[in-house]
């Protein structure tokens, strides 16, 4: 799934720089892939994870039977932005306008990690990440935006797994992202590979 999803995000960003006409937000996205599948399914999976599988699973269930085999008038994207919303929780509320209302873009890089060997045996982690919120409007134009976002900040190990070597999580919480330079500290009961921070659209990790 990780593969997939990168896939299509850099799909989507590719699309967004090399748009000529105007890039729309998603719920108003009529005719452009690139968004309503490329950007749709990051969008969808990443809401499943912030508000939960079964919580949005069960708003597309009533949403489904509320407008099944309906007459015209039919049913429109801001009817289904009704039910996404209130399955969302007031403090994710901002997530839904920037997923579908708004065109967000995320610069967030990891400046530095760094981690020590503690007497108990254990690892503190030190990550430094610099990070940037961005509204772009529908002829890509960008504007910094204010910035107070839940996102994925991990610290992963480097094992093998069935003879195959792939990234462990050793910590992965959502922690509170604010604009510019942003320290977080972690311990660890495992020698750490990388750290990094993950968002809707951007990624960033270093290892160590």
Same mark, same amino acid.
């Given at each position: 799934? +990780? &593969?997939?999803?990168?896939?299509?995000? +850099? $799909? /989507?960003?590719?699309?967004?720089?090399?748009?000529?006409?105007?890039?729309?937000?998603? !719920?108003?996205?009529? +005719?452009?892939?690139? #968004?309503?599948?490329?950007?749709?399914?990051?969008?969808? /999976?990443?809401?499943? =994870? /912030? #508000?939960?599988?079964?919580?949005?699973? *069960?708003?597309?269930?009533?949403? #489904?039977? %509320?407008?099944?085999?309906?007459?015209?008038?039919?049913?429109?994207?801001?009817?289904?932005?009704?039910?996404?919303? $209130?399955?969302?929780?007031?403090?994710?509320?901002?997530?839904?306008?920037?997923?579908?209302? +708004?065109?967000?873009?995320?610069?967030?890089?990891?400046? =530095?990690?760094? !981690?020590?060997?503690?007497?108990?045996? &254990?690892?503190?982690?030190?990550?430094?990440?610099?990070?940037?919120?961005?509204?772009? =409007?529908?002829?890509?134009?960008?504007?910094?935006?204010?910035?107070? =976002?839940?996102?994925?900040?991990?610290?992963?190990?480097? &094992?093998?797994?069935?003879? *195959?070597?792939?990234?462990?999580?050793?910590?992965? &919480? %959502?922690?509170?992202?604010?604009?510019?330079?942003?320290?977080?500290?972690? #311990?660890?009961?495992?020698?750490?590979?990388?750290?990094?921070?993950?968002?809707?659209?951007?990624?960033? $990790?270093?290892?160590?």
């Amino acid at each position: 799934m +990780n &593969k997939f999803l990168k896939y299509e995000l +850099n $799909s /989507y960003l590719l699309g967004h720089t090399s748009e000529r006409k105007k890039e729309m937000p998603l !719920y108003k996205v009529e +005719n452009q892939p690139y #968004i309503h599948y490329r950007k749709g399914s990051v969008v969808m /999976y990443a809401l499943a =994870d /912030y #508000i939960g599988e079964e919580n949005l699973n *069960h708003a597309l269930k009533q949403y #489904i039977r %509320k407008v099944a085999f309906q007459q015209a008038p039919y049913t429109n994207s801001v009817e289904f932005m009704k039910y996404i919303r $209130s399955a969302t929780p007031d403090s994710l509320q901002y997530l839904v306008s920037d997923m579908f209302e +708004n065109i967000t873009l995320y610069e967030n890089k990891t400046t =530095d990690a760094a !981690y020590k060997k503690l007497a108990d045996g &254990k690892y503190k982690v030190t990550l430094k990440v610099n990070a940037k919120k961005l509204y772009a =409007d529908s002829l890509g134009n960008e504007t910094e935006a204010k910035m107070n =976002d839940w996102v994925d900040v991990g610290v992963l190990a480097r &094992k093998k797994v069935n003879g *195959h070597w792939q990234d462990t999580p050793l910590y992965l &919480k %959502k922690r509170r992202l604010k604009a510019g330079q942003n320290t977080f500290e972690f #311990i660890v009961n495992e020698v750490p590979n990388k750290a990094g921070v993950a968002l809707i659209i951007s990624h960033s $990790s270093e290892s160590f």
